[in-house]
């Protein structure tokens, strides 16, 4: 069995929990504090449930690779988690999860765990990004609570070393954005919560103006055990194609360390 998290009482932990009630077979409840400009809740914080009930299914302890697809937006209220264990291995095991709700597929995810302590080469051609420290970005007002329905602007505390073209109606900029982020409860970020919070940041595209995305497909690489404070954040889109764009995800932790990656396929809406 994954390891216990050991941060019970805060708001990601809560909204997350699972209650397993058989082999393979867990319950959940979203609720509507992790909302989006979608207006349904964020799909990182339905894949840190999911993920909640798969890691209590496999023996290893850190979520190495995660290959979620989002099949239909997900909802506040029951939901049921499926998992299944495909392979364990010495050093990874692999399964899978399916949320449910109202008898309808939500999300598929396939993940593979290991053991993130285990020593080996680092080899990195890229740095931290390179901003001014968190206490010395400005705070914005549109971030400093909810965003007419976008109840996540609750739960995170994003911190821009200058303010969003967007915010201003602006739609020139380039889709490429470096910022600070933390839960605004205090919890620290860990390798359970990190699949789900390189969904979190405000999507690149709106520097061009595209407001409305959802996703199709994420897979996230976890690579390390984070260190306790803000995490440092690299989000950025190259291609725009047929109604599709892929958007990067980059997270270090306070000591430059990267400690994940993602990538997802999204729709313009």
Known sequence: MSQDHPTEGYEFDRDTRVDK?????????????????????????????????????????????????Y?????????????????????TATGSVVVEQAGKEVVRATATYGDLSVQGRELHLEQ????????????????SGEVEGVTIARRIDYRYPERPG?????????PHVEFWMRFADGREADV????????????????????ATVTVELTTHVRARPAPGWLACRVFTKHVS????????????SQGVLVAQARQLAMLV
């Open 21 to 69: 009630h058989a082999d393979g077979e867990f319950t959940a409840t979203f609720t509507d504090g992790w909302t989006t400009f979608t207006t349904h809740p964020n799909g990182g914080y339905v894949l840190g449930a999911a993920l909640n009930a798969l890691g209590q299914t496999l023996s290893q302890p850190d979520p190495l690779v995660v290959s979620a697809f």
């Open 71 to 91: 099949l239909r937006p997900a909802v506040p209220g029951p939901a049921t988690l499926r998992t299944e264990t495909i392979r364990e291995g010495r050093r």
């Open 128 to 143: 931290a990004p390179q901003m001014p420290d968190p206490q010395d970005c400005p705070v914005l007002a549109e971030f």
């Open 166 to 174: 967007w915010l201003e109606g602006r739609k020139d900029g380039p």
């Open 192 to 211: 359970h919560s990190l699949p789900a919070m390189v969904d979190f940041a405000v999507p690149a595209v709106l520097e061009i103006g595209e407001f």
């Open 242 to 253: 047929h109604g599709l764009h892929e958007e990067d995800m980059e997270i270090w932790d």
